[in-house]
């Protein structure tokens, strides 16, 4: 089994973060954060304003990642909400058609148009 690396580092408000390596594998990703010291004192802190120590770096970690993807997602969808059918247009002709309907699909499944509670009829 081979995978991919890749090392990523990026930077907010002008302020370089972390050393990340993604590492993809046959069947899943695993993401690997290298802090340093002042990096590691601050994920401390915030771990004990959090949880008051109660929670793993594992399980935090998790949360924390997944809310951040949960946010983004949030600002994307109001973003494209905002925009006008012409700029949606342009948008998706630059898409390959498997991001075209990818895309299509979470914007069904936001706004309801796939509703996991309905029944199916089975006859």
């Known amino acids: 089994m081979t995978a991919d690396k890749e090392k990523i580092t990026f ?3 002008g302020e370089n973060f972390g050393n990340f390596k993604l590492r ?13 010291k002042e990096e590691t004192d601050q994920w401390d802190a915030l771990k004990q304003a959090l949880t008051g120590g109660q929670m793993s770096n594992d399980t935090l970690a998790r949360i924390l ?3 951040g993807i949960h946010a983004i997602t949030a600002e994307l969808n109001e973003r494209v909400e905002n925009m006008t059918d012409e ?25 309801g148009g796939n509703d996991e509670n309905s029944e199916k009829s089975s006859d």
């Open 87 to 111: 700029e949606k247009e342009t948008i998706m002709k630059q898409m390959s058609a498997e991001q075209a309907t990818a895309a299509m699909q979470m914007a069904e499944e936001e706004l």
């Open 24 to 36: 993809e594998g046959d069947r899943r990703m695993k993401l690997y954060i290298k802090l340093n």
């Open 65 to 67: 990642f997944f809310k």
């Open 11 to 13: 930077a907010v408000d």
